[in-house]
């Protein structure tokens, strides 16, 4: 079964950094994209960011040029740097990954959600 942890959510203050990290485990076969969402109470999901197995990256233009995102395939982990963070930033944060697993010899598709880390952005 796979499983994800995510960490490194908390308070902040407008101007300030965090990062947050989010683990894979499990009978792992290949990663694909591998994604952080967030979502404030009554408003609908957004995709921060995207990480491709290729390389390519991709962000949401609210947080371009403050977030970066990475991933360390050999650690099954995927990372969110967000600096100059904002009020507005405040909400829940939720790592996707999409990949393969290996059940009985057999690759076989996984899409799994983390259980959101809360970032709060205030003074």
């Known amino acids: 079964q796979v499983q994800l942890v995510e960490s490194g959510g908390g308070l902040v203050q407008p101007g300030g950094s965090l990062r947050l990290s989010c683990v894979v485990s499990g009978n792992i076969y290949d990663l694909l994209d591998m994604d952080w969402h967030r979502q404030a109470p009554g408003k609908q999901l957004e995709l921060v960011a995207r990480?491709?197995?290729?390389?390519?990256?991709n962000y949401a233009d609210s947080v371009s040029g403050r977030f970066t995102i990475s991933r360390d395939n050999a650690k099954y982990t995927v990372y969110l740097q967000m600096n100059s963070l904002k009020p507005e930033d405040t909400d829940v944060y939720y790592c996707?990954?999409?990949?393969?697993?290996?059940?009985?010899?057999?690759?076989?598709?996984?899409?799994?959600w983390g259980q959101g880390t809360q970032v709060t952005v205030s003074s």
């Open positions: 996707n990954v999409k990949g393969e697993r290996l059940i009985g010899g057999r690759i076989a598709s996984f899409d799994i």
């Open positions: 990480a491709r197995r290729s390389g390519i990256t």
